[in-house]
């Protein structure tokens, strides 16, 4: 063999640590989510999201390195025009090996996952129920237990654990305040359930992120997460 | 046997045999299609607690018209037989009560089944508009009866060649993919009907 | 002239067999006691007829009419004696390399068209607020662009595979010729109902047309659901002819193990075109014959499921991207032997994974679902099974890798390409577990995320290997290589135009803009979506001119580029050890295969020609 391999492996193997630290640091920058983490799901999500964007940064500096190690290091140079690489057409330890790690890597990443899923769809003690209904192309909220009335913008208590009870009336829509990460379609002729405790307060939007026709990119609410006292006085505003 | 007859023959069983695989691959094809039928009927025909259901149907009309398709599949293999071994009348003969059982059926599920003609001492049918038992009845049967449309005119086909000698005892490769295709056919019924007619409880 | 070509009858026939078809709906109405004019039935009756009328009046069923009537025909391969050489291409010919071309060059035009549809609507989408585009006509576009480019990509599989498989295993043609022609032709009348479906109100819906949407909208849908009826044929009688060819009419000596590595993704690719394609059939007609018929399969008044729909889509539409992926892939695993100068690493390994990928694939529809309310815990296998399909997937980069390690590597346009690839669908796939795991796809789904990882699937998994395809084989199609400085301009701009575009993609998805929205909220991600928008607009404008910098050079150099070798890769394939251009009989003798087909390094051919049957084709 005309190569040097184990000085190559050597080499290789510490650009793929230093690229996987700058290609992390490239999506950080890249993948910006937004800064308010407005629900108690926020942080498990975006902490599984940036989990995630370690797996990419290392399995993709991994296969890029090792590529533009070959290209720079085994290009054919000026007078080997004609030379034929080394010849070698497979290694069963190497296959196995790069078959193995790959699954325990998706096993553990599975676990993490569901674990992760179970978090943020746990139902919890004291949910209060808001009806969500979606039509083309308005929403509408309902809050039984509070009295016969409907809104169109949606007010919450902050740190209440909801549980939000969907609906549509005419076509698909989806629940969706990107401040609260979480997201579940609305489906005519079921009632679908989303839970999610608001953390923040402060005012967001509510978009429709399933395209319901015409108007879906302009289909909005407003959603205002309140402390208890004024989501109290707001109940008895609406009674009145 | 002369060598350039030979080779011919060889040319021959080998187009067959590529024409059987082909065949057998179209069928694998169709079988997602007659599923994606089959897990619908389960998927929409059940009852808020999940209780599979059906519709109340004419048991009559339902058994009668699988009676009929089953008969005509007998003919239809009585058929293949008989050009194998070079009985021509006889290949003729059951050909045409296969294609006209598979008439017979057709007419069935069109009249009786589906109501098309409106028939004085039939009373009520289930449209295509009534909700998922309309739907799915007239999905499933309409698919199937697209193709026994297809086979009964490939078996006009297959015979009016068989008139003209087409086919020889060794030289039928149409015949037995009408063949292959009839049975086919028949097979999807044979879930079908159960589906349709049979499996969970009626409701009306 | 012009009517003596196949295609020109073809689309007479074609309107005169729509307004024929429209007719008689209409009359069979009247007659049964029906209003005369029901949009829904008359224009799928019309386009349906309109269909198949195209098939008779380009001549891809007269000789299955002669066989009808109890006459055989002979296949005679070749030109048209009577007519210029050039008609060939565009009537009914059987030579699976003139359908191959047909299939590519389809492919490209679709391509241009679809491409040419996300154009209009980044140019709208560079800024917020609404610009020139109405708000209808840019969710009627975003559909538009999705099948055109979907129906391209099938033509351009289809292309690669028709060209390439009867080549690479010794066969004088495919096995059933003239289904093979069938199957292209009927991609045209499909595409034509694609298009006109926008002249008829659109699809606004997107392309996954999910009902109730889709079953409330305009008659455009019905034309939408004929139009991929006809490409799904296509596909499955594609895939079965493909099928049968590669299973029985490679020559002495190939083993499955022995076929060069496209063979089995086209193997792979056209297991899952054969079953699922039936799928979203199954799914559309449903959709057209509530909308036609009234039957309520979705409609929850009557006790429809609209989820439903959504299962049966995506059962097809997920192994579909395999389908668009696997031969890319395999012309990557192709190529890097080639110019590599190297044996391709685990050559089994890699055949079998697409095959695995092929069948895992069938497993994971689900996650396309996760937000759309089936039940919570059956999203948990879904996850599991998707995470599975890197483990295959990784097996395949790692094998490339390992290829090029140690070899003596060159770089011409189509290595570039390859390379471009395999960087750009690492993207792709690396882009896949966030999306597979639940939680972080209850924040990414149908955000712009989504949106830039398919892109990176595709182009990295269809487009840049498509390029690499035609660069590599031009010269054995034409005879002429081609420009080389104009290929490599157009890798140069292609590449870093799609990182940024599919990159900037990725971003504003993560800042939370939504998929299929006309407008966007401008303070998102701190304001700074616009101008991420605006470079993801410039980006993707320079990917339509590289295309166009294709376009021009593979004209030109068809007609004055230098005369090619037979072999200018040096390659082991079977194709390169006869003539460039291919002869109409492609091998003068049949093939005996005598050594491994990427065993670069040994001095032992690949393949031989058994030249004392020379001579003697094989028959169909």
């Given at each position: 063999m005309r190569s040097n391999y184990r000085r190559h492996f050597l080499y290789a193997g510490i650009l793929v640590v230093v690229f996987t630290l700058v290609i992390q640091w490239i999506l950080d920058l890249s993948l910006p989510l937004p800064a308010i983490q407005g629900s108690a799901q926020s942080a498990a999500i975006d902490n599984l999201i940036g989990q995630h964007v370690w797996l990419i940064a290392g399995a993709g500096a991994l296969v890029l390195v090792i590529m533009g190690y070959s290209i720079v290091a085994f290009r054919a140079r000026p007078g080997e025009e004609d030379e034929e690489g080394d010849y070698f057409h497979g290694h069963y330890g190497l296959e196995i090996a790069w078959t193995v790690i790959p699954l325990i890597v998706v096993a553990i990443y599975g676990v993490i996952g569901t674990q992760v899923l179970a978090q943020v769809t746990a139902p919890q003690d004291n949910e209060m129920t808001v009806e969500v209904e979606g039509l083309q192309w308005s929403w509408r909220f309902a809050y039984p237990g509070h009295g016969e009335f409907q809104t169109t913008e949606m007010v919450v208590p902050v740190n209440q654990p909801l549980l939000l009870s969907m609906s549509a009336v005419d076509v698909l829509h989806s629940f969706w305040v990107v401040e609260w990460r979480v997201k579940q379609d609305l489906v005519p002729g079921i009632v679908t359930e989303l839970r999610v405790t608001p953390t923040e307060v402060g005012e967001f939007q509510l978009r429709c992120a399933e395209l319901c026709g015409l108007r879906h990119a302009y289909m909005l609410a407003d959603v205002r997460v309140v402390l208890q006292e004024d989501f109290d006085a707001w109940i008895n505003e609406q009674l009145e | 046997m002369s060598a350039l007859a030979a080779d011919a023959i060889e040319v021959y069983r080998t187009a067959t045999r590529n024409n059987r695989m082909g065949m057998w691959l179209f069928f694998f094809s169709e079988l997602f299609l007659f599923g994606g039928l089959l897990i619908t009927r389960f998927a929409l025909w059940v009852d808020e607690d999940g209780h599979i259901i059906r519709p109340e149907l004419d048991q009559n009309v339902g058994l009668i018209v699988t009676v009929v398709l089953l008969a005509s599949s007998y003919f239809m293999n009585r058929s293949e037989v008989a050009i194998a071994n070079g009985r021509k009348r006889d290949f003729l003969v059951s050909l045409w009560i296969t294609g006209f059982l598979g008439v017979v059926f057709l007419l069935g599920v069109v009249i009786f089944e589906w109501g098309l003609i409106q028939l004085p001492f039939i009373e009520h049918h289930i449209g295509p508009t009534d909700g998922v038992f309309g739907a799915v009845i007239f999905g499933m049967t309409g698919m199937h009866a697209i193709h026994v449309i297809t086979g009964v005119a490939f078996i006009v086909v297959v015979w009016r060649n068989g008139r003209r000698d087409v086919y020889t005892e060794e030289r039928h490769w149409g015949v037995e993919a009408c063949a292959i295709y009839w049975h086919y056919v028949d097979l999807v019924w044979i879930f079908f009907y159960p589906a349709i007619y049979l499996i969970g409880h009626a409701v009306h | 002239?012009?009517?003596?070509?196949?295609?020109?009858?073809?689309?007479?026939?074609?309107?005169?067999?729509?307004?024929?078809?429209?007719?008689?709906?209409?009359?069979?109405?009247?007659?049964?006691?029906?209003?005369?004019?029901?949009?829904?039935?008359?224009?799928?009756?019309?386009?349906?007829?309109?269909?198949?009328?195209?098939?008779?009046?380009?001549?891809?069923?007269?000789?299955?009419?002669?066989?009808?009537?109890?006459?055989?025909?002979?296949?005679?391969?070749?030109?048209?004696?009577?007519?210029?050489?050039?008609?060939?291409?565009?009537?009914?010919?059987?030579?699976?390399?003139?359908?191959?071309?047909?299939?590519?060059?389809?492919?490209?035009?679709?391509?241009?068209?679809?491409?040419?549809?996300?154009?209009?609507?980044?140019?709208?989408?560079?800024?917020?607020?609404?610009?020139?585009?109405?708000?209808?006509?840019?969710?009627?576009?975003?559909?538009?662009?999705?099948?055109?480019?979907?129906?391209?990509?099938?033509?351009?599989?289809?292309?690669?595979?028709?060209?390439?498989?009867?080549?690479?295993?010794?066969?004088?043609?495919?096995?059933?010729?003239?289904?093979?022609?069938?199957?292209?032709?009927?991609?045209?009348?499909?595409?034509?109902?694609?298009?006109?479906?926008?002249?008829?109100?659109?699809?606004?819906?997107?392309?996954?047309?999910?009902?109730?949407?889709?079953?409330?909208?305009?008659?455009?849908?019905?034309?939408?659901?004929?139009?991929?009826?006809?490409?799904?044929?296509?596909?499955?009688?594609?895939?079965?002819?493909?099928?049968?060819?590669?299973?029985?009419?490679?020559?002495?000596?190939?083993?499955?193990?022995?076929?060069?590595?496209?063979?089995?993704?086209?193997?792979?690719?056209?297991?899952?075109?054969?079953?699922?394609?039936?799928?979203?059939?199954?799914?559309?007609?449903?959709?057209?014959?509530?909308?036609?018929?009234?039957?309520?399969?979705?409609?929850?008044?009557?006790?429809?499921?609209?989820?439903?729909?959504?299962?049966?889509?995506?059962?097809?539409?997920?192994?579909?991207?395999?389908?668009?992926?696997?031969?890319?892939?395999?012309?990557?695993?192709?190529?890097?032997?080639?110019?590599?100068?190297?044996?391709?690493?685990?050559?089994?390994?890699?055949?079998?994974?697409?095959?695995?990928?092929?069948?895992?694939?069938?497993?994971?529809?689900?996650?396309?679902?996760?937000?759309?309310?089936?039940?919570?815990?059956?999203?948990?296998?879904?996850?599991?099974?998707?995470?599975?399909v890197a483990v295959p997937t990784g097996v395949k980069f790692f094998s490339w890798v390992a290829t090029m390690?140690?070899?003596?590597?060159?770089?011409?346009?189509?290595?570039?390409?390859?390379?471009?690839?395999?960087?750009?669908?690492?993207?792709?796939?690396?882009?896949?577990?966030?999306?597979?795991?639940?939680?972080?796809?209850?924040?990414?789904?149908?955000?712009?995320?989504?949106?830039?990882?398919?892109?990176?699937?595709?182009?990295?998994?269809?487009?840049?290997?498509?390029?690499?395809?035609?660069?590599?084989?031009?010269?054995?199609?034409?005879?002429?290589?081609?420009?080389?400085?104009?290929?490599?301009?157009?890798?140069?701009?292609?590449?870093?135009?799609?990182?940024?575009?599919?990159?900037?993609?990725?971003?504003?998805?993560?800042?939370?803009?939504?998929?299929?929205?006309?407008?966007?909220?401008?303070?998102?991600?701190?304001?700074?979506?616009?101008?991420?928008?605006?470079?993801?607009?410039?980006?993707?404008?320079?990917?339509?001119?590289?295309?166009?910098?294709?376009?021009?050079?593979?004209?030109?150099?068809?007609?004055?580029?230098?005369?090619?070798?037979?072999?200018?890769?040096?390659?082991?394939?079977?194709?390169?050890?006869?003539?460039?251009?291919?002869?109409?009989?492609?091998?003068?003798?049949?093939?005996?295969?005598?050594?491994?087909?990427?065993?670069?390094?040994?001095?032992?051919?690949?393949?031989?020609?058994?030249?004392?049957?020379?001579?003697?084709?094989?028959?169909h």
């Open positions: - | - | 002239m012009l009517m003596q070509l196949g295609l020109t009858r073809g689309l007479i026939y074609q309107a005169a067999g729509t307004v024929l078809g429209m007719v008689v709906a209409m009359v069979w109405r009247l007659l049964a006691g029906m209003e005369l004019w029901d949009q829904e039935v008359v224009f799928v009756v019309g386009g349906l007829v309109g269909g198949f009328s195209f098939m008779w009046g380009v001549g891809a069923i007269d000789d299955w009419l002669e066989w009808c009537r109890g006459k055989a025909t002979p296949l005679v391969h070749g030109p048209p004696r009577d007519k210029p050489a050039w008609t060939r291409y565009f009537s009914t010919d059987y030579n699976h390399k003139v359908i191959g071309i047909q299939y590519s060059v389809t492919s490209l035009l679709m391509l241009m068209i679809g491409g040419s549809f996300a154009l209009i609507f980044r140019a709208e989408l560079a800024q917020a607020d609404l610009q020139f585009l109405g708000i209808g006509m840019y969710n009627k576009l975003i559909g538009l662009h999705g099948w055109a480019v979907i129906a391209a990509i099938l033509l351009g599989v289809g292309g690669m595979a028709n060209y390439l498989v009867p080549l690479m295993i010794g066969a004088e043609d495919m096995a059933f010729p003239r289904l093979n022609a069938f199957a292209f032709w009927i991609n045209v009348p499909g595409a034509l109902l694609l298009l006109a479906s926008a002249f008829l109100g659109g699809f606004d819906a997107g392309w996954t047309a999910y009902p109730p949407l889709s079953t409330q909208g305009s008659v455009g849908y019905q034309f939408l659901f004929l139009a991929i009826y006809f490409v799904g044929l296509s596909s499955i009688l594609g895939s079965l002819n493909l099928l049968v060819t590669i299973l029985t009419m490679r020559p002495k000596g190939m083993d499955l193990f022995r076929i060069p590595i496209f063979c089995w993704a086209v193997l792979a690719t056209s297991l899952i075109q054969l079953t699922a394609t039936q799928a979203i059939g199954t799914a559309f007609l449903m959709g057209l014959s509530e909308r036609a018929l009234g039957m309520g399969f979705f409609d929850p008044e009557g006790g429809g499921n609209p989820i439903l729909f959504q299962h049966i889509f995506w059962f097809y539409s997920h192994p579909a991207v395999y389908v668009f992926v696997l031969p890319g892939l395999g012309i990557i695993s192709e190529l890097l032997p080639v110019f590599s100068r190297k044996p391709l690493f685990g050559y089994r390994w890699i055949a079998l994974s697409s095959l695995a990928i092929a069948l895992v694939g069938f497993l994971v529809w689900g996650h396309h679902m996760f937000t759309s309310g089936y039940s919570q815990y059956l999203r948990i296998p879904f996850m599991i099974a998707t995470l599975l390690w140690g070899g003596r590597l060159r770089f011409p346009t189509p290595m570039l390409f390859t390379l471009g690839a395999i960087s750009v669908f690492l993207l792709g796939g690396l882009t896949g577990p966030i999306l597979a795991t639940v939680a972080s796809d209850l924040y990414l789904h149908d955000t712009y995320f989504v949106v830039g990882h398919f892109h990176a699937t595709l182009f990295g998994g269809f487009v840049f290997p498509f390029c690499a395809a035609i660069y590599f084989w031009f010269p054995k199609i034409t005879g002429r290589m081609y420009n080389e400085t104009l290929g490599k301009l157009h890798f140069y701009i292609m590449t870093p135009a799609f990182w940024l575009m599919s990159i900037g993609q990725m971003t504003v998805g993560t800042m939370g803009m939504r998929r299929r929205i006309v407008d966007y909220d401008p303070t998102l991600g701190g304001g700074l979506i616009e101008a991420r928008h605006l470079e993801t607009t410039i980006a993707a404008f320079l990917i339509g001119l590289s295309i166009l910098i294709m376009i021009y050079n593979l004209v030109t150099s068809a007609e004055i580029g230098v005369r090619a070798p037979a072999n200018p890769w040096r390659s082991r394939s079977p194709e390169w050890q006869i003539p460039s251009p291919v002869p109409e009989h492609s091998f003068a003798a049949p093939l005996q295969v005598v050594g491994e087909p990427y065993d670069y390094g040994l001095e032992e051919e690949y393949v031989v020609m058994d030249e004392s049957q020379a001579g003697h084709t094989q028959a």
